[in-house]
């Protein structure tokens, strides 16, 4: 992710209290020495990411979109949908106006659908879920688009080389690694995904969701490789192999965000995003 480093970093064997347990972005597990000094720093996160919810909430724009050079806004039609369009904006300077890189694609998200993410839950109307973990729903909102990943080396900046049984995912609430990609040591078990064992991770890209595990929000969000269009995803948006290595090499070159929204929804956002999507 821009702004914070991903570290393929080696998880050593070793049992971590349940008081080390922790709540933020996606990230790559450090080692655990650095637990301590990383629980403050993902407190003050967690301060920034309420910040966040109550501008989302007063109808200004996200932070994150002041720097961002490229956006990409995947649209559903309902919030129950998991066929979705996607399109990608960039823009010159971050005073510019989005110019429209293509046409729109197709894309996929959740099997379910869509929910409110956790730093967004309060957009949420009547009727209109919000992100719990295990719902088969991607999380609408606006999210910086974090690392590159896959199964092949890349000179790309923090890019992830998964390796089955080495490379997973961490979605069990209860673990200090939740929401983590971890890369464990001989003897250690972490419960989640084994990403360099599912062939849709081959390439890919992760989007930098905030998520608590208090509140069970949902782990390991990604963009990455569909199985095809009526296909829908555990959680993620997936699109054609062609486009998310378009994609991959679009995040080496600057700050993107991801706008993940149902159509109703978008002008909830007036002002923050390139007129007239739908």
Not at 97 to 103: I, K, L, R, T
Not at 211 to 229: E, N, Q
Request: hydrophobic residues 40%; contains cysteine; glycine residues 12%.
């Amino acid at each position: 992710m821009h702004g914070s480093t991903f570290r393929a970093v080696k998880l050593k064997t070793r049992k971590m209290p349940a008081s080390s347990r922790r709540s933020g972005h996606l990230r790559v597990e450090p080692s655990p020495v650095l637990v301590a000094a990383m629980t403050r720093i993902v407190s003050a996160c967690l301060a920034l990411i309420v910040s966040a919810d109550a501008r989302a909430s007063e109808g200004t724009c996200p932070a994150l979109l002041a720097n961002a050079r490229n956006l990409v806004i995947v649209t559903a039609e309902t919030m129950d949908t998991t066929r979705a369009w996607l399109r990608v904006f960039e823009r010159i300077a971050s005073s510019g106006a989005w110019q429209p890189v293509g046409g729109a694609e197709s894309a996929v998200v959740g099997t379910k659908g869509l929910a409110w993410g956790y730093p967004f839950r309060g957009l949420a109307q009547a009727g209109e879920p919000v992100k719990a973990e295990g719902d088969r729903r991607t999380p609408a909102g606006i999210y910086r688009v974090g690392s590159s990943f896959g199964f092949a080396p890349s000179a790309r900046p923090g890019h992830l080389v998964l390796r089955p049984g080495r490379s997973i995912c961490v979605d069990d609430p209860t673990s200090p690694a939740y929401n983590s990609i971890v890369f464990p040591g001989p003897g250690a078990t972490p419960r989640g995904e084994d990403m360099g064992a599912e062939p849709l991770y081959r390439r890919g890209l992760v989007v930098d969701y905030p998520s608590d595990a208090g509140r069970r929000g949902g782990s390991c969000i990604f963009l990455h490789v569909w199985r095809g269009p009526a296909s829908g995803t555990a959680g993620c948006v997936a699109l054609p192999e062609a486009r998310v290595a378009a994609l991959q090499e679009l995040s080496g070159r600057g700050d993107v965000a991801i706008a993940i929204l149902p159509r109703h929804a978008v002008a909830r956002f007036e002002g923050c995003l390139p007129g007239g999507v739908r």
